[in-house]
T-cell receptor, first 113, second 112 residues
């Protein structure tokens, strides 16, 4: 299965600032997925990122708040913009392979103060 | 919309005990089901993937079963160890390509 390197692993940020999270995959993948896990909650899909096209956002998530880049088939970034304490969550990227299911990055634990 | 439920929400067992975690889903039209482990503040580690045509999968001390018709899956952990302490999540692939629905998880504590 794919191996995903995600960074940073954690950060503490001031409200009103932005944080960019990076995910690097060790193989080429068509789609990458970004999830949010709020404290005590399960995972919620933010968006699906395809190389060469705009990301597809789920209901409740908008590009201005969570811009995504997908410059090639092994890399993607998610930016959390104009942060508020409500954005404090774990953010995860993921890819899927038919025989292995979904593989996740190690997560970015974001605290907004 | 697919809904995934995990029972119990939390479980505490003494080391060495065998245990079962439960996952139920409302729509039986799934293409796979995956069990994950999550350590506090960390990402997800895939444990077992069961395709819709399969009944069970095994890896070491772990065995996962799938009964699509009743909308249920179980994760059996044999001879539990303190290192098994984590949150276990089940996720169902359903409703179209790349739709993954997560349960709320079972937080397992294995007491030495």
């Amino acid at each position: 299965s794919a191996v995903i390197s995600q960074k940073p692993s954690r950060d503490i940020c001031q409200r009103g600032t932005s944080l960019t999270i990076q995910c690097q995959v060790d193989s080429q993948v068509t789609m990458m997925f970004w999830y949010r896990q709020q404290p005590g909650q399960s995972l919620t899909l933010i968006a699906t990122a395809n190389q060469g096209s705009e990301a597809t956002y789920e209901s409740g998530f908008v590009i201005d708040k969570f811009p995504i880049s997908r410059p090639n088939l092994t890399f993607s970034t998610l930016t959390v913009s104009n942060m508020s304490p409500e954005d404090s969550s774990i953010y995860l990227c993921s890819v899927e392979a038919a025989d292995y299911g979904y593989t996740f990055g190690s997560g970015t634990r974001l605290t907004v103060v | 919309k697919q809904e995934v439920t995990q029972i119990p929400a939390a479980l505490s067992v003494p080391e060495g005990e065998n245990l079962v975690l439960n996952c139920s889903f409302t729509d039986s039209a799934i293409y796979n089901l995956q069990w994950f482990r999550q350590d506090p503040g960390k990402g997800l580690t895939s444990l077992l993937l069961i395709q819709s045509s399969q009944r069970e999968q095994t890896s070491g001390r772990l065995n996962a079963s799938l009964d699509k018709s009743s909308g249920r899956s179980t994760l059996y952990i044999a001879a539990s160890q303190p290192g098994d302490s984590a949150t276990y999540l089940c996720a169902v692939g359903s409703g179209g390509a790349n739709n993954l629905f997560f349960g709320t998880g079972t937080r397992l504590t294995v007491i030495p």
